[in-house]
C-alpha cells in the first residue's frame, strides 16, 4: 500500500511539473530583449536609434516625448524624427498607439486608460533644436496616472536614464540621489 501511494504521488508532482513547464512556455516573455526594441523601433520610427537620442519627461501636468539627433549636422535624422512625432502626436490623439504597441511587442502599461480618456488628453507637436518633441497634458487624474506610466515604461525600456520622479531633471543629481532611495524602501531595501 504504501509503495503505490508513493508511485501515485511521485506521478503526480512529475505530471504537475510537465504541465507547468508547458504552460510556462507558451505564455508570452517579459523579458524583451534590447536589441530587438531598438530594431523594431529603427523600422517603425524611419530613423535610426544609434544617431538619436530619446528622452521620456513626467510632468506635473502629463510630459513629453522628445527625440534629438545627436549631430547638429544630421539634417536627415532631424527630419525624420519631426515627421514621426507629428505623426505620432496625431496617432496619440485619436487613442492610436499601434507604434509603441509594434516596438515593443506587447501593449504598454497606461496605454487602454489613455485610449479610453483620450478626449481628457492632449497631444501638441513642437519642434525643438535638432528634433521634436511630443507635449502630453491632462488635467484629469486617472488619465495623467496613464500617462505617467506610460512614459515610466518608456525610460524603463528605452534606458533614457531618465528620472522616474515627476517635475525632476534627468541631470539632478540631487534628484537621483532621492529617487534610488524611495525605490530602495519601495523594493524593501
Known sequence: M??????????SLILSTATFVIVYAQQPQKGHNHEQINKR??????FDHTK?????????????????????GDVESSKQIRMHLKHIAA?????????????????????PVMQEL????KYSFEEIE???AVRISTKNPAALKAVHDFLRFQIKEHHTGDSLIVGANRS??????????????????
Open 91 to 111: 496617432m496619440f490623439a485619436e487613442g492610436n498607439f499601434d507604434a509603441p504597441m509594434l516596438i515593443h511587442d506587447q501593449t504598454p502599461p497606461g496605454v
Open 172 to 189: 539632478d543629481g540631487q534628484v537621483k540621489q532621492v529617487q534610488m532611495h524611495i525605490e530602495g524602501y519601495l523594493c524593501g531595501n
Open 52 to 72: 538619436t537620442k530619446h528622452h521620456f519627461l513626467l510632468r506635473e501636468s502629463g510630459g513629453s516625448i522628445e527625440v534629438t539627433a545627436n549631430s547638429a
Open 118 to 121: 483620450k478626449g481628457e488628453i
Open 130 to 132: 535638432r528634433g521634436a
Open 2 to 11: 504504501k509503495i503505490h501511494l508513493r508511485r501515485l504521488m511521485l506521478v
Open 41 to 46: 523601433g529603427d523600422h517603425v520610427m524611419g
